[in-house]
């Protein structure tokens, strides 16, 4: 079985990744999908109160439109178009409104089930001759060849592929298979995932509000609800998890005031422990690494899916300009185009985490005097906002990427 392109992980990025390349690539290629769920265990979307939600960056709304992607997915999102970041028992605030930068959003809030919808249905629809499954199933051998990557899989199916891409989780067992470390630094954090209902309209503002034990953020969804991603130490994670839910909203409601009026509800809590882990590198031999198999990151700032996404539009452009979709060029290129922009988010998120984690007075009127200074100079909010919209490393990459073209 010959492919151009496997991938392996067929969740979000790399279904994502499966019809960026088959809907804006000006020849067809041959793609297949190795994945260990199989098409069963793969929920349609439920549509209740407990849907998972991720926070789209502008400039990744940007990118989904220009996919042709977004139109499906706009009835189901929420845009963010004011966003408070403050720090608890301090006066250092900022804010920032999309339209003090020409922008209708900040970015959209949508459940990940819509987005994993629309990518299947899409997928679906595509010949056999364009993609194929294998699930469940999972990658247990690669033979490296100058021309190809042999994949030797759990069925007995054996695959040929030009560019292997991987796109499975922060513990990818394939990237442990290619022979590629990975650097892990445990936050000793705990994330603690739910939906709180609201009592009166959130009129499309987020909050990230920074307390002792770690970032707390509130994001708008549909149905007057909010998305909360709390961070907390493990026995407090622990106890909130098994509190009542009145308890549960009096603590929270404590920790993060009426900014956001009376909570009224919470839905079903999830939680999973906090750490970063980034491969040492972004490509291998006719091999390329893409979202969480690269860097998975604290949800702190909401960069990683986006990060993700800037992945795949880096690596899409590249297989634009060469024949062969795994040359040493391609994959040298996309370690060098993803590895700044990489780097520069990893450096926010974990900045952020160790700063605002740090109960020092002196590093605290720091915080303050960094975040009045912020809110107070249009200059460095501007800067920060086309940061964590996305919209300057986009750029950037457009420009690098012209570069490569035109040499």
Known sequence: MQYDVVIAGGGMTGAMLAFALQSQCSRKLKIAIVEKQSEAQIKAPSQSFDSRSIALSAAS??????????????????????????????????????????????????????????????????????????????ILKINQSVDCQQLQLASGTVLETKLLALCEGGDSPTRVLAGIGCQVQDYQ?????????????????????????GPLALLPLTRQRYSLVWTLNADDAARLMASPSDEFLTELQQAFGYRAGVLQSVGERVIYPLSLKTAVQAASHRLVLCGNSLHNLHPIAGQGFNLALRDLAALLNLVE????????????????????????????????????????????????????????????KTAFAKQTMGLSPQHRQLQQLSMLKES
């Open 321 to 380: 300009q060469h024949a062969d979709v795994g040359c040493y060029n391609l994959t040298k290129s996309y370690a060098n185009l993803r590895q700044q922009d990489m780097q520069q988010v990893v450096s926010l998120t974990d900045g952020l985490v160790r700063l605002f984690s740090n109960d020092s007075k002196l590093i605290a009127l720091g915080r303050t005097l960094g975040l009045t200074l912020l809110d107070n100079c249009p200059q460095l």
């Open 189 to 213: 954090q705990t994330a603690l995932i739910a939906n709180i209902g609201i009592a009166c309209d959130h009129q499309h503002k987020a909050f990230e509000r920074f307390t002792a034990s």
């Open 61 to 138: 709304v940007d990118l989904l439109a220009s996919w042709g992607l977004w139109p499906e997915l706009a009835p189901h999102a929420c845009p963010i178009s004011h966003i408070s970041v403050s720090d608890r028992g301090h006066i250092g605030k900022v804010k920032l409104n999309a339209s003090d930068f020409n922008r209708q959003s900040l970015g959209q809030v949508i459940e990940i089930e819509r987005i994993g919808e629309a990518l299947y249905q899409r997928l679906a629809q595509l010949p056999a001759s364009q993609i194929s499954w294998y699930r469940p199933d999972q």
